[in-house]
């Protein structure tokens, strides 16, 4: 269970990652929209959710959409740590 705090302290961590997103078409607000997915597929695991935008990044490139959806999200082939944890 996440608390409000611990809600509040994940965005705030999207929010300085958000940046660092090399997307032509990435709108701000773009990780926070997407919050509850992204906790969920990395269980809050900070190497998980590097490694899970990393890929999404080059998956919206190749796909020549430059931001990231849900779909973008969820085709990311994640490590065996944070997919054990999601199950």
């Known amino acids: ?9 994940w965005k705030d961590l999207l929010n300085q990652l958000e940046p660092h997103l090399k ?11 997407h ?3 992204l906790f969920a597929r990395t ?4 190497g ?4 899970l935008l990393e ?3 080059g998956i919206a490139y190749r796909a020549d959409i430059e931001t ?3 779909e973008v999200l969820t085709r990311v082939v ?3 740590a944070a997919e054990l944890s999601r199950r």
């Open 1 to 9: 269970i996440v608390t409000p705090a611990g809600q509040r302290g």
């Open 23 to 33: 997307l032509a078409e990435a709108e701000p607000g773009v990780l926070t929209d």
């Open 35 to 37: 919050a509850d997915l």
């Open 43 to 46: 269980q809050g695991h900070i």
């Open 48 to 51: 998980s959710l590097t490694t």
């Open 55 to 57: 890929r999404a990044c």
């Open 68 to 70: 990231l959806t849900e």
């Open 78 to 80: 994640l490590d065996n």
